[in-house]
């Protein structure tokens, strides 16, 4: 490996790209996702149905009559593997039980990597845990809905398949992109690797902060890898959007979904998160 290099990658092209979708107002559609409609009650009768939708897809929502409760909400997250807490110190506050992180527009605190999922801001496209150790990011996030956001105003949850992403790559990218390290400093995961019998990323756009990378590739091969990769993120024509509603519950696999937020605003908007292992001995 080279030592380590970085670079702002926002040329005119990926910058449009990236605001073509994080500064959509307008809601995307759920496009080729169904949504099943249930009880609270149900689905924690019945959760083999959550892991069978999630494994199908990767991606599995259900409208549910009322929000799970905590309780409810661990047990079924217990269902898919093992729910992590949540060790984040400055955090404390928001979450519930250990477990739930409530996600809520309304800090005050200055804008930052930690504080900015509790503002208005836009996410920018993301695995969760791309800079831990490689294999110790979660393998499911769960979300559910207690207060919805309004409708075509921004502040949507939307998702990218990781899966198209990849076949959207010409092969020389991802042979650079395979041998680049995104935040060296904190993972030994290259960008693109193998996760059991798939090609997946470890990947989080940092904008508008630096690329920080370590490669065996030269600075500009790394560059342009990134800059189309990025390209290949950022398709509004491929952006899948969560339709907030009030008991919506979303099960995303982590490994084969990017997700990210659109702009927002003060207001409206209470989501619960759960982060899961999978369970000792799988991948």
């Not at 259900?62 to 309780?71: G, K, S």
């Not at 047990?75 to 409530?102: C, F, Q, Y």
């Not at 680049?180 to 996760?195: G, Q």
């Not at 800059?227 to 993120?233: G, K, M, N, W």
Request: hydrophobic residues 40%.
């Amino acid at each position: 490996m080279n030592a380590i290099a970085s670079a702002t990658i926002d040329g005119p092209s990926v910058q449009q790209r990236r605001d073509a979708v994080l500064r959509e107002p307008r809601w995307f559609p759920c496009s080729g996702i169904s949504i099943s409609n249930s009880t609270a009650e149900m689905l924690i009768e019945e959760a083999a149905i959550v892991r069978e939708r999630v494994d199908n897809a990767g991606l599995a929502l259900f409208q549910l009559t009322r929000p799970l409760d905590t309780n409810e909400f661990v047990a079924l997250a217990a269902t898919l593997g093992l729910p992590e807490r949540e060790t984040e110190r400055s955090l404390m506050d928001r979450v519930t039980g250990g477990i739930i992180l409530n996600l809520t527009p309304d800090s005050t605190l200055p804008l930052t990597e930690d504080s900015q999922p509790f503002t208005p801001q836009p996410l920018t496209y993301h695995i969760e845990g791309s800079r831990r150790p490689l294999g110790m990011s979660p393998a499911y996030l769960l979300f559910q809905c207690l207060e919805c956001p309004a409708v075509d105003r921004g502040g949507q949850t939307i998702v990218r398949s990781i899966s198209d992403t990849l076949a959207a790559l010409a092969e020389t990218t991802q042979a650079v992109l395979a041998s680049t390290v995104l935040n060296p400093e904190a993972t030994t995961a290259p960008v693109i690797y193998e996760r059991g019998n798939q090609r997946t990323l470890n990947f989080r756009d940092p904008a508008p902060a630096e690329f920080r990378w370590q490669s065996q590739y030269d600075r500009a091969e790394v560059v342009s890898a990134f800059a189309q990769l990025l390209s290949a993120i950022y398709d509004s024509d491929a952006t899948v959007g969560i339709p907030w509603r009030e008991g919506l519950l979303v099960v995303v696999d982590n490994h084969r979904w990017l997700h990210a937020r659109t702009s927002g605003r003060v207001g409206r908007r209470h989501l619960q998160r759960i982060r899961v292992q999978s369970p000792k001995g799988t991948t």
